[in-house]
């Protein structure tokens, strides 16, 4: 028994790669590299995904830099580090595999062992040029997001970046992508943009033996594969029925490119594919008035810009440090309270100063200025008042007008007293530099997001500075968001995605944000998510390419 | 194109229901009272699933009761009250139907609107002897657990409870599953016990018309059915990987009966199904040391006992109302601290005194005293101490025998100078009777959970009273858990489990754990789980008995 045969086909491949961002490109050029010939989809209008978008970083375990820097980043090491933070819950120093299963365990281990030979490769076949990512002062390799745990033994130095042929600079997604993009061109990859995969084609032993794309004209182009498809297609952020079903907690939207709606997880649960970590994403913080007009607004909240600057609740209250690490601070954004029953921080008020407002918005436009607009280019979003009362009563005029789309979010009667009692509070410790609530810029990546002290800072820890005792002053409505999700169907150490029973489904294979993350809750560092996407991309070529042509029948 | 087809037939029934607690019962019983002949199959050894070990209560909105009592329990007041707690995201007082879906709006209102005409028709086949839940006085209606909230306006009366002929009192899960399985008895439905469903079969047309049941002996079954197969098969709670997957939080077992792994999931994805509600559960707490050894414990840990009783975290802190609800309680262990990299109350310590110990290990055994054990029958799991310090020595002790499995959970350094502090702090609470923290006792629900005050408290909230200066004192070490999750297969009002383009897939039905909840993320009330499953039982089977008969090619 087969599913329809589609009675011709338009084109034919050896393999099939969907999306185009870092695991679809990674995936195209290994499997061209290994002799194949490759078809791009792509759904979106242009090449490059949702990596595009992003800060283009590649966290890359014992890479060729940290070797030359004499690094030692060693296996076990490594592992431990990243067990200890994808499955905190089964995490167990003592044991060979650190508590995990043994498929768990195997794809942290692939990922380590095939991480180097990754970039090396794209390196070698000229579709990367790869440089350290380094501190602010152009010398510390970047810190990973948990550089203070005693299980990292090799905490800077696995961020990489694109260097950007002009410039000779480290630079963002645009530049891996345009490097990505540059290979797949030159090796007449053809790549068809607007081409939505939208249903997989099975022979009578299940093999997948072929594709059907959906054009936006709802064309369907039919393509005989004869070794495999490779997903590397996305989550599922833009899909807000996905979202609720799936998710730990209320999100608004994000940073994925929004073609990214899930469309592999119900393709391949119908061949029989076994999901994985559903619940978790790669969370951020989001602009909630942007996100409530655009669900893909062109960035996230990643490093909070400001000193003079907290985040408080809906009772004017701080609940997190908000200096830390985007994908951990947003998890604040789902604690439920019992009694009440609602959502106490399902938004966060980020207040700041005009002293913050004129540093952060004269510095050069950058990840680390958003949200807070440059002075030339004033944002709606942006809500002030000349005294705490007065920016209290604008922001509830503010979530007035959006009550209808936020659950019926307020602020408490008591946030303007509370808000005067936080920011005392605040601007005691930022006097004394030490965050007695929240500890406050005590870790390495604090620093390293935060920067320099701005100018005038001359407290000593230098992510806090008193807020001004006069106006005016700012406040952002922050909502929960993703960068993308990270489940999908489960795949093995083969990057193979596997059926119920745990064998792989023939010809099916998948890598990046569309598929169960080997990061299980983790967000290791900068590039968690492209370093795998492009490392189990170039896995699931390797074995894809490997595989005997299939039989029509 | 059809599945696989198994050559033969050992069995033909026009509906095939799978399941045998209150969804699967209310589906065969209705689906013969239409006229149907039934098969049901049951995974376990013994009918009643989950409902058989739980209170079998029954929430049932506008109930004849409430009716006759003159309580008017108005038709938009409820689906209001639903919605808020339901989607509490989406909520919005000012919209037609609060802010939800046309899908999430209309299972709310097929509830409502059957209800009470499912336990009418229970009742008049001799299948249920209803009678209304009562508070310990034997007087007031039972609340809902959100009776304090002002979207509320019939917050007593829904809960109903199966009637002991014998005793004509009010009885539990065991007596509510003995009178369903004696009408299911007396029509000579026949019950295929230790017959785990493990296929669909569908005909060209992708319309269920068969299923196939594995033996314990690997035998399978196959069954022609000619108009439905309708599953009350469970949740998940007893599949520790779709747990991980799935659920919003860590948990590690629950009262779910050992066979509720989730088959319907992957056999209805397999058929191209959709999911929804996937990472909600009902939620409670449990004896870690208990469902380390046995995830299926007799009972989850619903109203906590004590007055002169706290519960801490591994800081020795109270983070919650102790007395609130267990659905809303046990979400305070999914909280993640974001900098340490832990699940800050990954296991709480349930903390009492001598005083304590006694009055509620002498009561004579029911749901309000676990954990505490009777004082003719000790429990391994209580930990003691002649001093707090002992008493956290002693705690710690028995952590690190058990730290293999618990992600390393130890309590802080801090923890047994902090619970002197945090005992003085809530006994000045019980002193004052105002739990300025967490207001613990102020509610009707806990009032009602909690019962009279005990011998010899004469305080003004007789939730709380003082921990004795001395000791000995106890600690038990409690998990998060679940009655069972609640995500599945997505239905419409019809009980039709739907597809990713939400049409029904012909000749399929689910009700109760297994499929996507019309209570999102809410508990409603006791009987939140069996109200809903019996209603869409019955919805289930008024439609699967409507169906033609289909086709076997």
Redesign the interface.
């Known amino acids: 028994?087969?599913?329809?045969d589609p009675g011709r086909w338009d084109m034919e491949a050896d393999i099939v790669v969907v999306g185009t961002g870092a695991a679809g490109s990674s995936a195209a050029l290994f499997s061209h590299e290994d002799g194949a010939r490759v078809i791009m989809l792509e759904k979106g209008r242009r090449y490059g995904g949702t990596t595009e978008k992003s800060g283009g970083i590649l966290h890359m375990p014992n890479n060729s830099f940290m070797r030359d820097a004499g690094i030692k980043d060693e296996r076990d090491d490594a592992i431990r580090y990243y067990a200890?933070?994808a499955?905190?819950?089964?995490?167990?120093?003592?044991?060979s595999r650190f508590?995990l299963s043994e498929h768990q365990y195997s794809l942290i281990a692939a990922y380590y062992d095939n991480a180097s030979a990754t970039v090396d490769g794209l390196q070698k076949m000229g579709a990367l040029d790869p440089t350290p990512w380094v501190e602010w002062d152009g010398k510390q390799f970047f810190p990973d997001y948990?550089a203070?745990?005693p299980e990292n033994k090799a905490p800077r130095g696995r961020g990489l970046l694109a260097k950007d042929p002009t410039t000779g600079q480290a630079a963002g997604g645009v530049e891996l992508i345009r490097q990505l993009k540059a290979a797949v061109d030159k090796r007449e990859i053809p790549v068809l943009l607007r081409h939505r995969a939208s249903r997989l084609v099975t022979n009578a032993q299940g093999e997948v033996i072929g594709i059907e794309a959906t054009t936006d004209d709802e064309q369907t182009v039919a393509i005989r594969v004869r070794k495999g498809v490779i997903f590397g297609s996305g989550g599922f952020t833009q899909n807000p029925e996905l979202r609720?079903?799936?998710?730990?907690?209320?999100v608004y939207g994000g940073c994925a490119v929004p073609t990214n709606q899930g469309d592999l997880i119900?393709m391949a649960?119908?061949?029989?594919a076994?999901?994985?970590?559903?619940?978790n994403a790669w969370w951020a913080q989001a602009v909630l008035e942007s996100v409530l007009v655009n669900p893909s607004p062109p960035t996230d909240i990643f490093a909070v810009p400001g000193d003079s600057m907290i985040q408080v609740n809906r009772y004017g209250r701080r609940v997190?440090?908000e200096k830390?690490?985007y994908n951990?601070?947003t998890?604040?954004h789902?604690?439920?309270d019992?009694?009440k029953?609602?959502?106490t921080n399902?938004f966060m008020i980020m207040i700041y100063d005009g002293r913050t407002a004129d540093i952060w918005g004269s510095l050069p436009g950058s990840l680390s200025t958003y949200p807070i607009p440059s002075k030339d280019a004033p944002e709606s979003y942006v809500i002030s008042g000349e005294t705490l009362e007065g920016l209290t009563s604008a922001i509830e005029a503010r979530l007035a007008a959006i009550?209808?789309?936020?659950?019926?979010f307020a602020l408490d009667t008591a946030f303007a007293a509370n808000l005067t009692e936080t920011v005392a509070r605040f601007n005691q410790f930022a006097e004394q530099g030490a965050d007695l609530d929240?500890?406050r810029g005590?870790?390495p990546i604090e620093l390293a997001f935060h920067g320099p002290a701005a100018p005038g800072n001359d407290k000593p820890n230098r992510t806090m500075y008193p807020l001004s005792a006069t106006g005016p002053y700012y406040g952002i409505i922050l909502s929960g968001g993703t960068l993308d999700t990270k489940?999908g169907p489960k795949i093995n150490d083969q990057a193979q995605i596997l059926n119920?029973k745990d064998r792989p489904i023939p010809g099916l294979y998948g890598a990046g944000n569309c598929i169960?993350s080997p990061a299980g809750q983790a967000y290791w560092a900068g590039g968690g998510t492209i370093g795998p996407a492009l490392t189990f991309g170039r896995i699931a070529a390797e074995n894809a390419t490997k595989e005997a042509p299939k039989d029509d029948e």
Request: net charge negative; charged share 20%; glycine share 12%.
């Open positions: 028994m087969s599913q329809d200890r933070l499955y905190p819950t089964l995490y167990n120093p003592n044991d508590g948990f203070h745990l609720l079903t799936f998710l730990r907690g209320p119900y649960t119908g061949l029989g076994q999901l994985e970590n559903m619940s997190l440090d830390f690490v951990e601070r998890q604040v789902f604690q439920w019992p009694v029953a609602e959502y399902l009550t209808d789309r936020t659950g019926g929240f500890h005590e870790t489940g119920t169960g």
